[in-house]
């Protein structure tokens, strides 16, 4: 058996008994405790920060782009108004100028009067019955003529009335 001295020598020499892991994370006094509770708090507020910072980066790049990107557009807005415009105003320009002979020709009554006696003589009035034997009128227009006859242009109904 084994004396005090040789016991007390056994217990002085053993190793010391290991560390458990949960004392080393948890601290058993109330200052380690808080200290804990402080690096915990000042990590969350960091990386607040931190996430914070990137996503009001990011909305001001996307602000950016969206302010370049609507003003792209404004631009090019009225770019296409500016064309719309000119190509509205050659068209406006164009048809003034094709009008511009029928403007001459449209005249006044001097205009209507000349035609009137230049046509005049190619003027024919037509008188026919119609398939209840009323008289129908109209009137035709020569086409072609020769010393032996003349070819007149008339309406349908004056052409069939005449033909019953």
Avoid: C
Wanted: net charge neutral.
């Amino acid at each position: 058996m084994a004396t005090t001295e040789e016991r007390h020598a056994a217990a002085v020499t053993s190793p010391p008994a290991p560390v458990r892991t949960r004392d080393r994370l948890m601290p058993r006094s109330v200052l380690g405790l808080s200290v804990l509770i402080l690096f915990t708090a000042l990590g969350a507020a960091f990386s607040g920060a931190v996430l914070y910072s990137y996503y009001q980066y990011k909305l001001d790049q996307s602000n950016k782009k969206l302010t370049q990107a609507t003003l792209a557009a404004t631009k090019a807005l009225k770019d296409s108004q500016k064309i719309i415009d000119a190509e509205t105003a050659n068209a406006k320009r164009q048809i003034s100028d094709e009008l511009g002979p029928i403007r001459q020709l449209a005249g006044g009554e001097e205009t209507l009067s000349k035609l009137v006696d230049k046509v005049g003589p190619s003027v024919w009035f037509v008188q026919t019955l119609d398939e209840a034997g009323q008289p129908a009128v109209g009137s035709a227009f020569v086409v072609a003529s020769d010393a032996d006859q003349t070819f007149l242009v008339t309406a349908f109904s004056a052409v069939r009335a005449a033909t019953h």
